[in-house]
């Protein structure tokens, strides 16, 4: 079954480290999408990208990058990572017009 | 700018009694309106749609209707189980882009 796949689900780090978010889906979607998620924010949008070398910034980019080599993968990268990032991130992707959004289990990231 | 409201939580219901979350919207033109649930540990998941206004989408003895004049997409369900227990987000899909714009969410927690 085709599906959205994150990891690791769990990563503790130190502030200062740089932390890779893996996000992997087997849809073939065009549209792949970073959130992360806080108490009294819901989701907040980091980045989004609509196809393989598209990139674009969303509402809480500062402290994130993106990269998009394949279809299948998205990564985000806290380039030093803030105690402020500690949250729970999301993946997600959707066909190009399409309007539902799929969603991978998350990752629970704290920075100490 | 385009914005999804609902009501705070958390929301605690006893098994088989009503429920209504309120949602109301912003947004220019005439977005889609979604309402995505997730469970404890787990992504969003999709749990209905409407696409036009006076559209009703339901799934799971939930349902909610896109009302153009009040700019709301409240949802309801006549009976709520332990098993809904989760936390619902309203959420509106921009009419010029593929991203959705998600409410704060609101946690229920049904109890025998």
């Known amino acids: 079954d085709a599906e959205i796949t994150q990891s690791p689900r769990h990563k503790i780090t130190e502030t200062g480290r740089q932390v890779t978010l893996a996000c992997h889906q087997t849809w073939n979607h065009n549209n792949m999408f970073w959130y992360r998620q806080d108490l009294g924010h819901g989701l907040r949008l980091i980045h989004y990208s609509y196809g393989v070398q598209d990139t674009n910034k969303g509402e809480v980019s500062d402290g994130y990058s993106v990269s998009r080599s394949n279809t299948e993968d998205l990564p985000l990268t806290l380039e030093s990572a803030a105690s402020s990032q500690t949250s729970v991130y999301f993946c997600?992707?959707?066909?190009?017009?399409?309007?539902?959004?799929?969603f991978g289990p998350g990752t629970r990231l704290l920075v100490l | 700018g385009n914005s999804v409201t609902q009501m705070e939580g958390p929301v605690t219901l006893s098994e088989e009694a009503f429920l209504t979350i309120n949602c109301t919207y912003t947004?220019?033109?005439?977005?889609?309106l979604f309402w995505y649930v997730q469970y404890p540990g787990e992504g969003l998941q999709l749990l209905l749609k409407a696409t036009k206004a006076d559209d009703k989408g339901s799934n799971k003895g939930f349902e909610a209707t896109y009302r153009k004049e009040t700019t709301s997409f409240h949802l309801e369900k006549g009976s709520v189980q332990v098993s809904d227990s989760a936390v619902y987000f309203c959420a509106l899909r921009d009419t010029s882009y593929d991203k959705v714009i998600f409410g704060p969410g609101t946690s229920l927690s049904v109890i025998p």
């Open positions: 947004a220019t033109g005439y977005p889609s």
């Open positions: 997600a992707s959707s066909r190009q017009g399409e309007e539902t959004q799929y």
